[in-house]
C-alpha cells in the first residue's frame, strides 16, 4: 500500500498523489538529466520535468504543502539573481525580494525527504526511528510547526 510521509503530520485525506521530487516550478526546461535516485542508479536518465514525481504524498498534504513550495520557488529565484545571467537556470523574477528563511528550510527538508522516502538513502542518521527510506518522524513532523 501506498503512504504518505507526512502521516505522521496529521491524518491523511484523499489519495496518494504524484508529487514533483523537487518544486516544478523551479526548472524552465521540460527536460533535465537525473542520476543517482533508486531507478537511475549508475546511468544518467533524461526525464521530463512533468514525470520527475513519486507518489509520496496525499492530497490533503501535498496540497498544505503549496505554501512551502512557493517559498522554496522564490528563493531559489532571489539566490539566482546574484548568478552571472550565463549560469541562471531561472528567467522567472522572484514574487518579492525577501526570502521567507522558515519556509524555505521546510522546503529543503521536504525536497529531502520526497527524494529519499522508499528508497535506500538514509536521511536523519542517528535520529530515532530513522530508517533508510523512512525518515525519523521528527523530521517528518517539521518540529511539530504547522505547514
Partial sequence: MK???AIEHSPCN???SREHYISKSIFEQQFI???GLNWCKGK???ISIANLTSKV???YHNNQLS???????NAIRIFEQFFPKQYRSV???PENKVVDGLNFERWLLKTAINLTYKGDMHLGVGMTDSIPGIPSPYLSLFNVLKY
Avoid: N
Fill in 3 to 5: 503512504k504518505c510521509w
Fill in 14 to 16: 484523499g489519495e496518494i
Fill in 33 to 35: 538529466y537525473v542520476t
Fill in 44 to 46: 544518467e536518465k533524461k
Fill in 57 to 59: 504524498l496525499c492530497e
Fill in 67 to 73: 505554501v512551502v513550495d512557493s517559498a522554496g520557488i
Fill in 91 to 93: 528567467k522567472t523574477e
